[in-house]
């Protein structure tokens, strides 16, 4: 099975914006929250969510189908395919099922919204609250690319409370609030 250091080869060969990179640390981050919070297995949870929108830059039109494909070819497992597959149901008829194919779903669109909100705080992801992101969320002009009808889909998918997921979310990209640039420290230096 391809590891993380051969899944970041690979997202550094198709994915050339910092800000989709970032995206997908982002979901990365909350996909192996998750993972440790449901003793699923950590790694392959965060290939799915390191590499979910592998085509995005490249193929937009045909997302996920030609980073489905490579990750075929790379040999990537079932599991991850088939969550990367059922992160856009619309497109791909595939609809999330498994635990893992909830919590990429519930985990892509929000990761994206409390970004934006901690870019916008002097302490970035080091203080933000639930409480904070629900008034981003509710505020359609703000991160307005956020799909908010798929935030609130991804909540009942994983039947949490909605601050309770979105505070889990922000547990796990605290975790990789230094490679975000989300930390206070990262955003003060600016």
């Known amino acids: 099975m391809p590891d993380r250091n051969d899944a970041l080869a690979l997202l550094h060969e198709w994915v050339e914006t910092e800000g989709l990179r970032k995206h997908m640390y982002a979901v990365e981050a909350a996909v192996r929250f998750y993972a440790r919070k449901m003793g699923a297995d950590e790694e392959v949870w965060g290939l799915a969510g390191l590499l979910h929108d592998l ?34 149901p619309e497109y791909t008829g ?27 705080r002097p302490n970035g992801i080091d203080d933000i609250k ?3 992101v629900v008034k981003k969320l509710k505020d359609k002009a703000f991160a307005a690319g956020v799909d908010r ?5 991804g909540i009942e998918l994983i ?32």
């Not at 409370?161 to 989300?182: C, K, P, T, W, Y």
């Open 55 to 88: 085509d995005w830059e490249k193929h937009p039109d045909v997302h996920p189908m030609e980073g489905v494909e490579a990750l075929k070819r790379g040999g990537y497992p079932e599991e991850v395919i088939h969550a990367v597959l059922s992160h856009r």
């Open 94 to 120: 595939v609809e999330p099922e498994t635990d893992l194919d909830r919590v990429l779903y519930a985990c892509d669109e929000i990761s994206g919204l409390i970004h934006a909100a901690c870019l916008m």
């Open 130 to 132: 639930p409480k904070s």
């Open 149 to 153: 009808e798929q935030v609130a889909r």
């Open 159 to 190: 039947g949490l409370d909605r601050s309770e997921h979105i505070q889990n979310v922000i547990e796990g990209m605290r975790e990789a609030g230094e490679v975000l640039g989300i930390r206070g420290e990262d955003l003060q230096k600016d």
